[in-house]
């Protein structure tokens, strides 16, 4: 059985997730993600049995309250999502629409996981006063409520009694970080949408986002961010400036279709930053990685952990 995904999500790490694994602590006591998502690395994480304990974190509150309700009642979420899906099949567009403008209206979480089952390639989009817009997807009817309900009782199973969720933004998140702490952030791309990304309820100022990266540095956290990289030799984003003294590790996460109908044969290779923490705390960081498809990780597979690390320093 292979990772369960509770849902689609624009720019998830589920598929360079084994990879990023790598980078962890053999042993971490609570992994947090202050831009969460879908969750993809804590998942995957749980279901190695690297972490002991998660902090989930996403400053968009129904998706948050969301994972909230995968984590503590997958029961009862899959009952409505059944509900949902079935009443979908007499007139399936106008019914999509409904629920979008039910959901735009009252925020209703449990509506959101039926959008974003349903909605175009899975891609979220929001307007600019923050309503989500996207269109159905015309060709396909959604996850089946079978498999959406063993998924939510998978995830629960992963996360349930060792999981807080919250809704911050992400600052008051590292704000609370706790020393034995290991930090996953994977913030909406810079490259591509600058401060305002349409795929996302919010987007992140740069230069704050490097102060936040230094305060962590001096409290000598382990962190990690997954940010930008570059398609062939054109990079997309700036660069995270040297006074971090992050250790970059690039991943290459597959050719781009866009360039493959291009004619190009450009592999798409996505950034991941060490802090100096974390990565004096391993013994050898490769600084590039090749993803394979057939790298997905497997739920039944051994928790033995792969990253090779020293004796792990206490942080005070
Ligand atoms: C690139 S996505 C994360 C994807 C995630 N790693 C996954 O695997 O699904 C970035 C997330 O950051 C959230 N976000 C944007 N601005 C934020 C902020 N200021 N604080 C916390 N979360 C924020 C967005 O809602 C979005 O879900």
Known sequence: MKIPQPFQYQGSKRSLAPLILQYLPVSTTRLVEPFCGSAALSIATAAR????????????????????????????????????????????LEHYYQVRESFNRTQDEQLLLYLLARCVKGAVRYNGEGLFNQSPDKRRLGTQPETMQASLNAISALLRGKTIVTSLSYENVLANVRSDDVVYMD????????ERDSRYFAGIAYDDFVAQLEGLNRKNIRFLVSYD?????????????????????????????????????????????LSPALADELEMVPTM????????????????????????????
């Not at 974190?57 to 899906?85: C, T």
């Open 187 to 194: 913030p909406p791309y810079q490259g591509v949408c600058g």
């Open 289 to 316: 990685r090749r993803h394979r498809p057939d790298e997905q990780l497997q739920l039944m597979e051994n928790t033995v952990p792969y990253g090779k690390t020293k004796t792990p320093k206490r942080v005070s």
């Open 49 to 92: 049995g690297r972490a002991r304990e998660f902090w989930l974190n996403d400053f968009n509150a129904p998706l948050a309250k969301l994972l909230a309700l995968i984590v503590n009642s997958p029961k009862e979420l899959g009952k409505h999502y059944r509900e949902l899906w079935r009443a979908d099949h007499a007139d399936a």
């Open 229 to 273: 990289g570059r398609l062939g030799n054109r990079s997309y984003g700036k660069p995270l400036p040297a006074r971090l003294r992050l250790k970059l590790v690039e991943i290459e996460a597959g050719r781009s279709s866009q360039a493959t109908l291009l004619g190009r044969d450009e592999m798409t290779v996505e950034s991941l930053y």
